[in-house]
């Protein structure tokens, strides 16, 4: 039987396993990967409400991911919230330390989607990140806070200098569920939204994420790992009508 790949998450903890590190894992679950997880943050919070935050030490989530790279091949990280800019340099670089040819998915989560603000003052620091990750996977409201002195367009041509980007369509603001990626290689795709049964669902953008980063580690190039990662996430979204979606390949 063949193996299935390691992937690792560093996200929150998410009480309705909606969002965040659970939701990731049931991801991977779903499309033949196993899933691996660090815990950056406890989450007060239900599919419709967040309330706290409460986040772990970095020395922890440093310790607790030492040691799955001790016992566990990993090649494909994808990374959630954090507490801080700081947090996140600390362990991209000790990812990078652990295996220099790591590819890192990272999901820029700034705010929930009650707008509880995790983070401010973007730019500067995630300037300095963005040549070492594979892939960042914000949505059209997160991309506008990263760079606020920037439009959107002046935004993506930065991080595309430095990086492929993939921006979620859920939130756009004329195209609803309409994706792009933007590839370092200066190559630009537009990937159209194929149902028309899906419903908002509450973490559909770690799945998104999560699920691209599933057909990477499985193999796929960059964009039909994107455009299957849709599809699956797509499938998610049409599963019922309510706010927390069901996982299934099928």
């Not at 396993?17 to 950056?40: H, I, M, P, Q, R």
């Not at 159209?192 to 908002?200: F, G, I, L, V």
Request: with cysteine; aromatic share 10%.
């Amino acid at each position: 039987m063949r193996n299935r790949p390691n992937i690792l998450t560093i996200a929150g903890f998410d009480p309705t396993n909606g969002a965040g590190l659970t939701a990731d894992v049931k991801t991977f679950e779903a499309l033949k990967c196993y899933g691996l997880s660090v815990c950056t943050a406890n989450t007060v919070q239900d599919d419709k409400a967040f309330f706290a935050c409460h986040w772990m030490p970095t020395s922890i989530i440093l310790n607790q991911i030492d040691v799955l790279f001790k016992r566990f091949e990993i090649n494909f990280v994808k990374i959630g919230i954090l507490e801080n800019w700081d947090t996140l340099q600390i362990i991209i670089n000790r990812l990078h330390f652990l295996n220099p040819k790591i590819k890192i998915i990272l999901d820029p989560i700034l705010k929930s989607s009650s707008n509880f603000d995790f983070h401010s003052n973007h730019s500067e620091k995630l300037d300095v990140l963005l040549s070492k990750i594979y892939l960042l996977t914000p949505n059209y409201n997160e991309i506008q806070q990263l760079y606020p002195e920037k439009n959107i367009s002046e935004t993506i041509a930065h991080i595309q200098f430095k990086t492929n980007l993939f921006l979620k369509g859920g939130h756009h603001p004329e195209k609803l569920g309409q994706d792009a990626l933007h590839l370092k290689n200066k190559k630009h795709f537009v990937l159209h939204a194929r149902s028309k049964n899906c419903s908002q669902k509450h973490g559909s953008g770690c799945v998104l994420s999560s699920a691209i980063t599933c057909y990477l580690a499985l193999g796929f190039p960059v964009l039909k790992a994107c455009l299957k990662g849709k599809q699956y996430t797509e499938k998610f979204l049409s599963s019922n009508t309510t706010l927390l979606g069901f996982h299934s390949k099928k």
